[in-house]
């Protein structure tokens, strides 16, 4: 797979990928299996705003290895 390939299909799974992410953090913040004291919501939504960020590294590696000679 060229570059340019895997660049376009990067920018599409990382944008629905974000999004999906997204859907799923809100679901279950809103959700009664959250329970609603303000302490554990600011931890739920700090570690959910952090946690997307780990896997992007090696994604971010894959999409930027260059060609092959």
């Known amino acids: 797979m060229n570059a340019r390939l895997r660049k376009f ?3 599409w799974l990382l944008i629905f990928g974000l999004l999906a992410y997204v859907a799923l953090v809100v679901t ?7 329970p609603r004291h303000w ?10 705003g952090v946690v997307w ?3 992007l ?10 060609d092959p000679e």
């Not at 279950?28 to 959250?34: D, N, Q, R, V, Y």
């Not at 302490?39 to 959910?48: E, H, K």
């Not at 590294?57 to 260059?66: E, G, H, Q, S």
């Open 9 to 11: 299909i990067g920018m």
């Open 53 to 55: 960020a780990l896997p």
């Open 57 to 66: 590294r090696p994604f971010m590696r894959w999409v930027n290895k260059p």
């Open 28 to 34: 279950i913040g809103t959700s009664s299996w959250l």
């Open 39 to 48: 302490l554990v919501q600011l931890l739920f939504y700090l570690t959910a």
